[in-house]
């Protein structure tokens, strides 16, 4: 099982340029997350989905856009890059934690926005 | 809304103890904790879950006082591979089945040899 992977490993935006991060989990997980992490903030959830089809906002949504059309994938865009939206983006999925299941984490994307 | 960890930051020398503390304000349903590496994806050690059991995993254990809204964290014979910034994940009571988690700010720890 590869787990939880994200495609693009790195990333170099231009402001205003839009692009899209893949996440894929192989875990059958019905939860899946969005987080960015920037220095001295922890993580912060943007979006995320509770199952196929669904999709809701998280802590910091603005400037995000998000969609799940297959339960093994959670696709994350940015219309019109923000030098503040620069930061390390990681993908996470999970059964439920009311069972008492963590969140599993995918290796992140590194985005530039100049 | 964010839970607050302390210490920020801790040095340690092989073998000796740690305790990380993780405070929030709201009522909470389950506290989680991950611990990440330089450079690298969070991995997550523990859930403790309202109403359950001190957890155990390895030489590191946790425990949940909902009544207090803390949870703290403790690395007993603290090994080098304990090294990282750990991370508590609190889920509020009234998530509606979410698995929404708000991080605190991490406690970076360092052990030394």
């Known amino acids: 099982n590869a787990g939880v992977t994200q495609t693009p490993k790195f990333r170099v935006l231009k402001t205003g340029q839009s692009m899209t991060l893949l996440c894929a989990q192989d875990?059958?997980?019905?939860?899946m997350y969005w987080y960015r992490q920037d220095p001295g903030m922890g993580l912060r959830l943007i979006h995320y989905?509770?199952?196929?089809?669904?999709?809701a906002k998280g802590e910091v949504p603005d400037g995000y856009n998000v969609s799940r059309l297959k339960k093994q994938n959670f696709l994350l865009g940015l219309e019109s890059a923000a030098p503040s939206q620069t930061s390390v983006y990681f993908c996470?999925?999970?059964?439920?934690?009311?069972?008492?299941?963590?969140?599993?984490f995918g290796p992140g994307t590194r985005l530039t926005v100049t | 809304q964010q839970p607050v960890q302390s210490p920020q930051a801790v040095i340690l020398r092989e073998g000796e103890d740690a305790v990380i503390n993780c405070s929030s304000s709201k009522a909470l349903y389950s506290v989680h904790w991950y611990r990440q590496k330089h450079g690298e994806a969070p991995v997550f050690l523990m859930i403790l879950l309202k109403g359950g059991e001190q957890k155990g995993h390895e030489k590191i254990s946790a425990s949940f006082n909902e009544k207090k809204q803390q949870s703290s964290l403790y690395l007993t014979a603290s090994q080098l591979s304990y090294s990282g910034t750990y991370f508590c994940g609190t889920e509020k009571v009234g998530s509606s089945n979410t698995g929404k988690l708000i991080f605190g700010q991490g406690t970076t720890l360092q052990v030394k040899p």
């Open positions: 875990m059958n997980h019905e939860y």
């Open positions: 989905s509770v199952g196929e089809g669904t999709t």
């Open positions: 996470a999925s999970s059964t439920y934690s009311g069972s008492g299941y963590g969140q599993y």
